[in-house]
T-cell receptor, first 115, second 111 residues
Framework: GAVVSQHPSWVICKSGTSVKIECRSL??????MFWYRQFPKQSLMLMAT?????????EQGVEKDKFLINHASLTLSTLTVTSAHPEDSSFYIC???????????FGNGTRLTVT | DAKTTQPTSMDCAEGRAANLPCNHS???????VYWYRQIHSQGPQYIIH???NNETNEMASLIITEDRKSSTLILPHATLRDTAVYYC????????????FGKGTMLLVSP
């Protein structure tokens, strides 16, 4: 089945620094990828839709200048959390559709802790 | 996307069948029923999906009522590793539409 890989699986950074999270589709091309965020004991919330070769579409309330998304190839989307603050600490998960009519597949998530 | 209603939590004994219900009374004719689960600190895992007919795969069975207003996910022989949050989601089967997650059902499988 389709596999979505995320890296790193966890990261700790200091407040004010930037962190980049990679999302790769391993055995298929993904023109569209989705980025979610999940706070403790809450459900997944969609942050943005990443489109290969064009600008990402952000959900209401998500700052596009803070969460930079780059989808430069059909197998890689990156999410950069800029000037991270402790309130950005969360579980970030990416997802993508595989081949036609396949369901949405998710990466294993990245646990970000900002100290 | 149509909204779904699931019980907050359920318990199941290991080896027994786990039947997880979901109500989706406002589902549209072109919307599918998807089930995912999320084991602690992992990304969601696809389980099964269906439109009208019942579906079965190596993980589970999906029973959809004739009026499509509710469905049940069946794990025939639950194991401890099936302990997870189970999400029932209705959505159009599109390569461009993402999924909206509700709160899901926390299934606890006990020895």
């Amino acid at each position: 089945g389709a596999v979505v890989s995320q890296h790193p699986s966890w990261v700790i950074c200091k407040s004010g620094t930037s962190v980049k999270i990679e999302c790769r589709s391993l055995d298929f091309q993904a023109t569209t990828m989705f980025w979610y965020r999940q706070f403790p004991k809450q459900s997944l919330m969609l942050m943005a839709t990443s489109n290969e070769g064009s600008k990402a579409t952000y959900e209401q309330g998500v700052e596009k200048d803070k969460f930079l998304i780059n989808h430069a190839s059909l197998t890689l989307s990156t999410l950069t959390v800029t000037s991270a603050h402790p309130e950005d600490s969360s579980f970030y998960i990416c997802s993508a559709f595989g081949q036609a009519d396949s369901p949405l597949h998710f990466g294993n998530g990245t646990r970000l802790t900002v100290t | 996307d149509a909204k779904t209603t699931q019980p907050t939590s359920m318990d199941c004994a290991e080896g027994r069948a786990a039947n997880l219900p979901c109500n989706h009374s406002t589902i549209s004719g072109n919307e599918y029923v998807y089930w995912y689960r999320q084991i602690h600190s992992q990304g969601p895992q696809y389980i099964i999906h269906g439109l009208k007919n019942n579906e079965t795969n190596e993980m589970a069975s999906l029973i959809i009522t004739e009026d499509r207003k509710s469905s049940t996910l069946i794990l025939p022989h639950a194991t401890l590793r099936d302990t997870a949050v189970y999400y029932c989601i209705v959505s159009q089967n599109s390569g461009y539409s993402t999924l909206t997650f509700g709160k899901g059902t926390m299934l606890l499988v006990s020895p």
